[in-house]
């Protein structure tokens, strides 16, 4: 173990990429890249061809990283998505000055409870502001997007377009560190599940409503979350379009409304939000695979 920053965090880049993870320079002390962005591009060197983005510049060759290292107490930035890794990233409420707002831990476990799966174990490492972060691998079947808020609140994933800070780093005085002994493990199928992007050819046909006795508050609440989602403030967006899909679950599960109807609503909803397309069939499917299987349960359907 050094003491010398610079060198520590050399270390730590060139024991990711021992790993087959590729890395990238990060501001120091920070979780920018440190790499210039498409609008500062000066189509030289690496850019010569283009402009290539930290994703594309991420290596795990040792000397290209010796040299990079070399000139700044870079931090160093994982690129998830060409290491092969899934991580999921468990936050901390930012302002929390009344104490009551769950972090990540706390809903990503009452998810797996939920969904009556184990807390996964695998490779840990805490992030500076004393959140953390799950790594697996992913499954190579499927290019993963990154996702915000999907599993559960505070619960982000990153994969292909994303990037994690690595162990050894340092960020507002804080390092990244990794927690346990635990060894990486493969992303388990039933968060697989709930991360792979519906294709647009899966997609069902629409179908007809269920039957003909609706009873009005059913209508009342697909007006009312409809609403909630499309008039959502940014930053609250992909949030409230989850709660909705939950709270409309319910009549998926009691067959007042189809899948359909209810998922049609909520794209529709969420698009006019300012939401991606991408982003809207990610969260819905989310939220009503956890809310009807939640709800199925709770009304002994499953028995
Ligand atoms: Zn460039």
Redesign the pocket.
């Known amino acids: 173990m050094t003491h010398d920053p610079q060198t520590a965090l050399l270390s730590a880049a060139l024991a990711a990429a021992a790993r087959g993870w590729p890395v990238f320079p990060l501001r120091p002390g920070t979780k920018r890249p440190a790499l ?1 962005g ?1 609008t500062a ?3 030289t060197g ?2 010569s061809d283009g ?2 983005k930290w994703e594309q510049r991420a290596t795990t060759d040792p000397d290209r990283i010796r040299a990079a290292w070399s000139r700044a107490p870079f931090n160093v930035g994982i690129a998830t998505g060409p290491s092969g890794l899934l991580v999921v990233d468990l936050d901390v409420p930012k302002d929390n000055s009344s104490g009551d707002a769950p972090g990540g831990a706390t809903t990503f476990r009452a998810l797996c409870e939920r969904t009556g799966q184990a807390v996964p174990h695998t490779r840990t490492v805490r992030t500076a502001s004393g959140g953390q972060h799950l790594y697996f691998t992913a499954p190579a079947a499927v290019r993963l997007p990154n996702t915000a808020g999907t599993l559960a609140p505070r619960v982000d994933t990153r994969a292909w377009g994303g990037y994690v800070v690595a162990a050894g780093s340092l960020v507002d005085g804080s390092r990244y560190e990794t927690v346990g002994p635990a060894l990486l493990r493969p992303l388990p199928g039933w968060l697989k599940t709930l991360l792979v992007p519906p294709h647009p050819i899966n997609r069902p046909p629409v179908a007809a409503p269920a039957s003909g006795r609706r009873r009005p508050y059913v209508d009342a609440a697909l007006a009312r979350e409809t609403a909630a989602v499309t008039t959502a403030r940014e930053g609250r967006r992909n949030a409230t379009l989850l709660r909705a899909g939950r709270a409309l679950g319910r009549f998926v599960a009691s067959g007042d409304l189809t899948r359909t109807e209810v998922e049609n609503a909520l794209q529709g909803a969420g698009e006019a939000a300012g939401l991606t397309v991408a982003e809207c069939r990610a969260t819905i499917r989310s939220a009503l695979n956890w809310s009807i299987t939640h709800n199925a349960a709770r009304r002994g359907v499953a028995a």
């Open positions: 210039h498409e591009c000066p189509r690496p850019c402009h290539r």
